[in-house]
Nanobody
Framework: QVQLVESGGGSVQAGGSLRLSCVVS????????MAWFRQYAGKQRERVAH?????????HYADSVKGRFTISRDNAKNMLYLQMNSLKPEDTAMYYC????????????????????WGQGTQVTVSS
């Protein structure tokens, strides 16, 4: 059974940084695509960033986080990370880790419906 568990959320002032982590277990082989999504209260989850874990290992970001967030993957440790710098109050949301077997190398947009595996989420709160 595939399980994803996030950690690293918390409260921070605007301009601060947080690093989210996600540990993946239960895969017989590493997922080909992993992503971070976030969800505002009452809204649908939106993609923050995704990374291909094979091939060219490309990374792609939502315009709202480009230049501030960095997604990375450690296949040997089955870990996914999201380094978040220069945080803004509008980054306040529940953040979710997601995994899929789809090939996403070089693909800039991936709908959330393509990700069958999800973590339970970790809350990020940024105060002004």
């Amino acid at each position: 059974q595939v399980q994803l568990v996030e950690s690293g959320g918390g409260s921070v002032q605007a301009g601060g940084s947080l690093r989210l982590s996600c540990v993946v277990s239960g895969y017989t082989s590493s997922p080909n695509c992993m992503a971070w999504f976030r969800q505002y209260a009452g809204k649908q989850r939106e993609r923050v960033a995704h990374v291909a874990t094979s091939g060219g290992r490309s990374t792609h970001y939502a315009d709202s986080v480009k230049g501030r967030f960095t997604i990375s993957r450690d296949n040997a440790k089955n870990m996914l990370y999201l380094q978040m710098n220069s945080l803004k109050p509008e980054d306040t949301a529940m953040y979710y880790c997601a995994a899929s077997r789809i090939i996403c190398d070089g693909v800039p947009e991936i709908p959330l419906s393509y990700f069958p595996y999800w973590g339970q989420g970790t809350q990020v709160t940024v105060s002004s």
